[in-house]
């Protein structure tokens, strides 16, 4: 099948299978290897990204459902080389130790931060329970998205990259950027 999919302000023209999942088209067709592959079943969240603007396990869609749509990964998040609030977040708040599942958690919590700017504790706990880490024991992650969530609120954006921020097109299959 032939999907039109915009990744991170690239749009993308591929043949795919259509079984093909979302997780892998990203990493093995475009590179996007932010977007980590944890279990396969989406019980861990690590390959969490955002699709149309809400997050989505990747290894639970296929890349045909992803056809006209706006994907955006960890990748996509920085811009000229400053990182998205909430990346610094988890960054100064050492919210990780072998940084695993740290992608998919920063894009869930781009999502949770949207519904809830200000959240407490228990908001975030929540928020984040689709989203395992096996080596922490959660506070810093927790400290990092209640830090993210006051830096937006001090004038850190809190829009999200989308294709209009970057508009180019490519072929995956040997196209030009």
Sequence with gaps: MRITVTVDGTAYT????????????LRDRLGKVGTVIGCDTGNCG???????G?????????????DGGDVLTVEGLSRSGTLHP?????????????????PGMIMQTLDLLAEEPDPDERTVRLGLEGNLCRCTGYQNIVSA?????????SGGTTETPTTADAPKTD?????VR
């Design 145 to 153: 998205v209640q830090d993210a969530a006051q830096r937006l609120r």
């Design 14 to 25: 591929d043949e795919v299978e259509p079984r093909l999942l979302l997780v892998h088209y």
């Design 86 to 102: 909430v990346q610094q977040a988890f960054r100064d708040n050492h919210a990780l130790q072998c940084g695993y599942c740290t």
């Design 54 to 66: 809400h997050s989505v396990k990747s290894c639970s869609v296929l890349a045909v459902q992803a």
């Design 46 to 52: 690590a390959c969490t990204v955002h699709l149309n």
């Design 171 to 175: 072929t995956a299959q040997g196209g």
